[in-house]
């Protein structure tokens, strides 16, 4: 079955200490967004690539990159990660912009000690 | 900018009984509309979408959504609940004005099933 599939389902770090998640497709869509959900919140749209172009979020912290580095994965980097980035990290894909239809990966847990 | 209000942030339902979990957007043109579900530690499962034609929606799961633009709402229902629906369901609004494409969610509405 075509699906998003995040690794890995739970990850642990250290304060301060670069973690990077992972998420493929094999759906072909054009389009992977990165999502940060925290405890009993709406998920929170940090960036999205569109092919090769990536767009970030005005309020996402330079402390988050991301690459994609073809159409089927796309990583998320915390350069350094703090107790507040602790939450459930969702990738999502869709064919397109403009209200298409995104469809969600499982989501990595982190935590930061 | 669009929003969603998800007026309710935990409902408790019989088993069997009827449900219904109100969502309200704002958006100056006509929204694409999505009911998400997440069950604890998941991700978002889509469950229906309105885009545009016929108000009422058919899901998955037996849930159903009527979009009514005259009170920029999406309610979602389903005639009688089962025990396996207990999750947080969280209303979006998709943008299509070029620049803002993006899904705006509510902070979602817990539910609980009770025997």
């Known amino acids: 079955d075509a699906m998003v599939i995040q690794n890995p389902r739970y990850q642990v770090t250290q304060f301060g200490k670069p973690v990077t998640l992972s998420c493929s497709q094999t759906?072909?869509?054009?389009?992977m967004y990165w999502y940060q959900q925290k405890s009993s919140q709406a998920p929170k749209l940090l960036f999205h690539?569109?092919?090769?172009?990536?767009?970030n979020e005005a309020d996402t912290p330079d402390n988050f990159q991301s690459r994609r580095p073809n159409t089927s994965f796309c990583f998320l980097d915390i350069r350094s990660p703090g107790l507040g980035d602790a939450a459930m990290y969702l990738c999502?894909?869709?064919?397109?912009?403009?209200?298409?239809?995104?469809?969600f990966g499982p989501g990595t847990r982190l935590l930061v000690l | 900018a669009q929003s969603v209000t998800q007026p309710d942030i935990h409902i408790t339902v019989s088993e069997g009984a009827s449900l219904e979990l109100r969502c309200n957007y704002s958006?100056?043109?006509?929204?694409?509309l999505f009911w998400y579900v997440q069950s604890p530690g998941q991700g978002l499962q889509l469950l229906l979408k309105?885009?545009?034609?016929?108000?009422l929606v058919q899901g998955i799961k037996g849930f159903e959504a009527e979009f009514k633009r005259s009170q920029s709402s999406f309610n979602l229902r389903k005639p009688s609940v089962h025990w396996s629906d207990a999750a947080e369901y969280f209303c979006?609004?998709?943008?299509?004005?070029?620049?803002?494409?993006?899904?705006?969610f509510g902070t979602g509405t817990r539910l609980t099933i009770i025997p």
């Open positions: 958006y100056g043109a006509t929204p694409y």
């Open positions: 309105y885009f545009s034609g016929d108000t």
């Open positions: 999502a894909t869709s064919r397109d912009l403009g209200g298409e239809t995104q469809y």
């Open positions: 759906l072909n869509h054009n389009v």
């Open positions: 690539y569109y092919d090769k172009d990536f767009n």
């Open positions: 979006a609004v998709g943008a299509s004005d070029f620049g803002n494409e993006k899904l705006t």
